[in-house]
């Protein structure tokens, strides 16, 4: 079954203490990318890949970090967490005929 | 830069009622439009799309018509039942960002018995 996972699902933290949500998919996308979803706000991009190796920035890339080091993982990492990163993420792959593909999401609360 | 913009919810509507949901756009060019949907709890599932003007996207019952001169995409369906209630969002993917969709806000469905 052609599918995006997320780990964990929800995380509560504390300001600063550094974390990592991962994301694999199983269909050999070449394009993954990172999602933030607020309330008012929809969701907007933080970062995407093209390729092993290949990163660039979205929208809102501040106070992130990802990693491309295999074609199935896209691992998105918060150095220093704080309270405005409190969101839902979700992980998304995109087919070559430009459907995109969203993880189950990962509920972040950063205290 | 592209932009959607969609109505506010939530929309209350009893069972068997007509949706409309209404998303206009701003893009650079002919972009390609989707509806995601998203249930409690969960991700979003690409729900229709369409790809140029006047295509009309379906799923499910619900229909979308690419409108190129109103710049619009809204999303309707014929009579909504309790399982329909989600929340629906409005995307375009601009013909110079593959990697990218830019979502509208998101409008929330509750249907009643």
């Known amino acids: 079954e052609a599918q995006v996972t997320q780990n964990p699902r929800y995380l509560i933290t504390v300001t600063g203490k550094k974390l990592t949500v991962t994301c694999s998919q199983n269909m050999n996308h070449e394009y993954m990318s990172w999602y933030r979803q607020d309330p008012g706000l929809g969701l907007r991009q933080i970062y995407y890949?093209?390729?092993?190796?290949?990163?660039d920035k979205g929208d809102v890339p501040e106070g992130y970090k990802v990693s491309r080091k295999e074609k199935r993982n896209f691992p998105l990492i918060l150095e220093s967490p704080s309270p405005n990163q409190t969101s839902l993420y979700f992980c998304a792959t995109i087919g070559q005929a430009g459907s995109q593909y969203f993880g189950p999401g990962t509920r972040l609360l950063v205290l | 830069g592209d932009s959607v913009t969609q109505m506010e919810g939530p929309v209350t509507l009893s069972e068997e009622a007509f949706l409309t949901i209404n998303c206009t756009y701003t893009?650079?060019?002919?972009?390609?439009l989707f509806w995601y949907v998203q249930y409690p709890g969960e991700g979003l599932q690409l729900l229709l799309k369409a790809t140029k003007a006047d295509d009309k996207g379906s799923n499910k019952g619900f229909e979308a018509t690419y409108r190129k001169e109103t710049t619009s995409f809204h999303l309707e369906k014929g009579s909504v039942q309790v399982s329909d209630s989600a929340v629906y969002f409005c995307?375009?993917?601009?013909?110079?960002?593959?990697?990218?969709?830019?979502f509208g806000t998101g409008t929330r469905l509750l249907v009643s018995p």
């Open positions: 890949s093209m390729n092993v190796e290949v990163t």
């Open positions: 995307a375009l993917r601009g013909k110079t960002g593959f990697q990218k969709l830019v």
């Open positions: 893009a650079t060019g002919y972009p390609s």
